[in-house]
């Protein structure tokens, strides 16, 4: 953990948040599992160079976002909720049939982060930060694609505070419309070959990939999100564009 926690304090995150981002690193990478015994905050105090004051605030953060169970008898547990996502936009792989495959999700991550890069066209201007949501979507329970959720913290600072379970299988197409009035009017899509290193390439278990980069537009033209989505190479069809539309393989 000591090692993920230096990799996290990269953004100038608070202590508490940089600890609560390694915690999720190492669930996202495989290294703890649902049911799991989380460490102890006198174990943690021991083993990392924080203070047990900040230690203390970063365990409710995870009890909060229901990452962390605690409990008299089994002492603090790893239970991880992964929902079904009711209604998928972006990740809507098909079976031989046509049919949409089902989906859970959870939340691996919540960043504020300010470097550049394809995300910055959400920016409201050039000192805005950008709000990341990073989503791990496990496809009928057979493989799984990760998302690099981005949207601007100057215009929609909600995606800070709105608790983990409620935004995990959100459609953020509808959430944009139904929270904040703002309707997705169209997506510029693109789709590009890649091989992955570290952490990206342990969660898919592979390193070559499919990256599907998305840019939502408002009615206004405005870039409401930007999505970056990691498949796996020999995946099912993914559908792509309008809810309609035909299936275009990625394999």
């Known amino acids: 953990m000591a090692d993920a926690l230096a990799n996290e304090g990269a953004d100038g995150q608070p202590k508490y948040r940089q600890l609560y981002e390694a915690v999720l690193s190492g669930l996202a990478s495989g290294d703890w599992k649902p049911g799991d015994r989380f460490p102890t905050e006198v174990e943690l105090a021991a083993a990392l160079p924080l203070s047990l004051g900040t230690i203390q605030r970063a365990v409710k953060a995870l009890a909060d976002a229901g990452v962390l169970t605690r409990g008299r008898r089994r002492g603090t547990v790893f239970t991880v909720p992964e929902p079904r ?75 800070l505070d709105w608790p983990t379970a ?30 992955l290193s570290g952490r990206l390439a342990k969660v898919l278990g592979q390193r070559a990939v499919l990256r599907v980069s998305v840019v939502a537009h408002g009615v206004d033209g405005l870039a409401l999100y930007y999505l970056d989505m990691y498949v796996p190479e020999g995946a099912p069809p993914l559908a792509v564009g309008g809810r309609d539309s035909a299936a275009s393989g990625a394999a």
């Open 166 to 195: 409620d935004l995990a299988a959100e459609n953020f197409k509808q959430l944009f419309a139904r929270e904040f009035g703002r309707p997705v009017a169209s997506l510029a899509q693109t789709v590009q070959t890649m091989t």
């Open 85 to 159: 996502m009711p209604d998928p936009l972006h990740c809507r792989f098909l079976d031989p049939h046509g049919r949409v495959l089902p989906v859970t999700t959870r939340i691996t991550g919540r960043r504020v982060i300010t470097r550049s890069g394809p995300w910055a066209v959400v920016r409201a201007g050039a000192a805005d930060s950008i709000v990341r949501i990073d989503r791990v979507f496990r496809v009928d329970e057979c493989f799984s694609v990760v998302s690099r959720f981005y949207a601007s913290r100057k215009r929609f600072p909600q995606l």
